[in-house]
């Protein structure tokens, strides 16, 4: 149970720090708006001529920069206070007529010490909307992790690690997949829930997911079926980390959502850049300068979206027609979130009920092959005490 005022003594206690950061981020703040405010003013030859020497400045600029125009590009309805609007519904209806969108999300259950076998599973759920052109599919794969890989891991923080990665795999997997039977068709986008920058990870799985992301990006240029990674709300700093370069400001911790000025209107989103991060293009071999980014105010407060995608879709002039095909997904959907991801994240879903059953399930499995599983004291009596 939280008890109140033991939080708040704690966060009293603490109150130093806070402020101290909150200034810092504030001076980091000041100082990059107004090296935003000086380049934005530079041709992209001057602007890429001043992060030169540079191996990884966060960002580079693309053909897509506008000096003088400031970061934001008006959107396709200017005005529209923001999606739920009937004007945005119409718009979006007739965008996305005869398009195809396929979007997957995953779902898992982490293997349990309380079990002395492991066991764990994957979910990946998929969704695609032709949008008048066919049915709607909305379906789910299912699988179970290797036990022998399980147990192979030195403790659980091992297993759920190799349970993460078979996931994002499972997902690159399904959208791989569907990408190579749509080849040669028109108007198809596959939307991917999460990012084709694997900062995040670390140790013997970080080769998997560059690799899983590389496959992902070369079937999306050998299809030519855009993929479209959606971040909800980034906290990536890439094109901070740009301006600071530029003006010889080092590492800077400020976000690009919160360096992003305010005042413009649902749907806008900025020019494309390329994004060059000093962390989590390692391994990525010929692609590591491939990936592309755009910012979109999705919501109408708030940190922006962040939609990167492989860069052939710039070079083959289809930025604005990928970027209008999102942002008519997340009119659907209501605003906010692109509405065949949302579904997808339904169908994969696996709750606390179904990892109940799941746990039922392996005991009668298990009871039918004569296998032991034993189940310590401790988990069975915290599972009486909280039922």
């Known amino acids: 149970m939280l008890i109140a005022e033991k939080v708040r003594d704690c966060l009293r206690a603490a109150i130093d720090d806070f402020l101290q950061i909150d200034t810092e981020l504030q001076q980091q703040l000041r100082l990059l708006r107004g090296a935003m405010a000086e380049m934005t003013s530079l041709s992209e030859s001057d602007l890429e001529a001043r992060l030169g020497g540079v191996e990884w400045p966060g960002a580079c600029p693309t053909s897509e920069w506008r000096p003088g125009a400031g970061l934001w590009m008006e959107g396709p309805l200017p005005g529209q206070v923001d999606a739920s609007s009937r004007r945005w519904a119409k718009w979006a209806e007739e965008i996305l007529a005869g398009v195809h969108t396929f979007a997957v999300d995953g779902s898992q259950i982490y293997p349990s010490s309380d079990w002395s076998i492991p066991l764990a599973v994957v979910q990946v759920g998929y969704f695609e909307n032709p949008h008048g052109d066919g049915a709607y599919v909305k379906d789910v794969d299912f699988k179970l992790v290797a036990p022998g890989d399980l147990r192979d891991r030195d403790d659980e923080t091992g297993m759920r690690a190799l349970v993460n990665a078979e996931r994002h795999e499972a997902e690159v997997e399904t959208l791989v997949g569907w990408m190579r039977a749509q080849a040669g068709e028109k ?109 979109l105010r999705s919501v109408r407060e708030g940190r922006p979206a962040r939609l990167e995608f492989p860069g052939w879709v710039l070079r083959d002039g289809r930025v604005s027609e990928v970027v209008d095909w999102v942002r008519a997904e997340i009119v659907a959907q209501g605003g906010g979130f692109p509405y065949a991801i949302e579904t997808a994240d339904a169908a994969a879903v696996l709750t606390r009920k179904d990892h109940d059953r799941m746990m039922a399930l392996f005991q009668e499995f298990a009871t039918e092959h004569d296998l032991r599983l034993d189940w310590r004291a401790k988990a069975r009596s915290k599972r009486m005490r909280r039922s």
Do not use: H
């Not at 911790?253 to 806008?268: A, C, I, K, Q, Y």
């Open 187 to 295: 108007n198809r986008l596959a939307l991917f829930d999460g990012t084709l920058v694997v900062s995040f990870a670390r140790g013997a799985e970080r080769l998997r997911y560059a690799a899983a992301i590389k496959k992902l990006m070369n079937t999306s240029e050998e299809t030519r079926v855009p993929v479209v990674a959606y971040i909800d709300s980034s906290r990536a700093r890439d094109l901070a980390q740009m301006f600071a370069t530029a003006t010889g400001q080092g590492e800077t911790r400020v976000t690009d959502g919160t360096l992003l000025p305010g005042g413009s209107g649902w749907g806008e989103r900025t020019p494309a850049f390329v994004c060059a991060r000093k962390q989590g293009l390692d391994n990525y071999d010929d692609l590591e300068n491939e990936v592309y980014f755009v910012y």
